[in-house]
């Protein structure tokens, strides 16, 4: 973990790393054991939902347009945005597909470039609870691609939907190749999580406090 922080900072020695070294968030989920749910890797979603290719161009300028409209996150100028947008996947989803599961393992991200996708936290009697819905610029999955844990929800299109996908190999050639903008992408995404804790954080004392 060390020698990850080093590099982003610009501490860490120029000389190559090798390719252990080099893996970290992938590894994470090799390194879940027995006692973890299979995991479903994005090109198994894909398949099973027939998620179609997007064109790269036309996904990059979207994804540069919400990014720069978004406070929550680090800014960017447009050609490191473009970078970064290099190492994602863009793809269209039809109406009424799950492209998350809850509790399964998933090395993937996702950000909504159009649509609407629902975040649902399905009950153990099969009725599903409704915890937000997704639109243009939010991102779901990255709790699980940083900590390797299992979805907390499940996540459906309730649109077509046009989704940028990052998934941890390529989240570990951006720390790589390109230490800032790896180090902006964690940063916005430690942002989203705190502020997404601190609304639960807000709710909770609500409830408890009989608002």
């Not at 970078?83 to 809850?102: K, T």
């Amino acid at each position: 973990m060390k020698k990850l922080i080093d590099r982003l900072t610009g501490s860490a020695p120029t000389a190559p790393v090798d390719e252990a070294d080099s893996a970290f968030f992938s590894t994470l989920f090799q390194d879940r054991g027995d006692e973890a749910q299979p995991l479903v890797s994005w090109s198994q979603r894909a398949l099973d939902i027939n998620a179609r290719p997007y064109d790269a161009q036309r996904g990059t300028d979207l994804f540069i347009k919400l990014w720069q409209s978004d406070r929550q996150v680090v800014a960017l100028q447009p050609a490191e945005l473009a970078r970064l947008a290099q190492q994602m996947q863009f793809v269209s989803v039809a109406q009424g597909h799950e492209v998350i599961g809850q509790d399964e393992q998933g090395d993937y991200m996702l950000i909504v470039l159009e649509g609407t996708v629902s975040v649902d936290r399905v009950q153990p009697w099969g009725a599903r609870a409704r915890l937000a819905e997704a639109r243009a610029g939010d991102m779901l999955g990255e709790m699980s691609l940083l900590d390797a844990g299992g979805r907390f929800s499940a996540c459906h299109t309730l649109t077509p939907a046009v989704l940028a996908v990052l998934d941890a190999k390529k989240l570990d050639e951006l720390v790589a190749t390109s230490p800032k903008l790896a180090l902006a992408l964690l940063a916005s995404l430690a942002r989203r999580l705190s502020l997404r804790l601190r609304q639960v954080s807000a709710r909770l004392s609500a409830l408890l406090s009989g608002g």
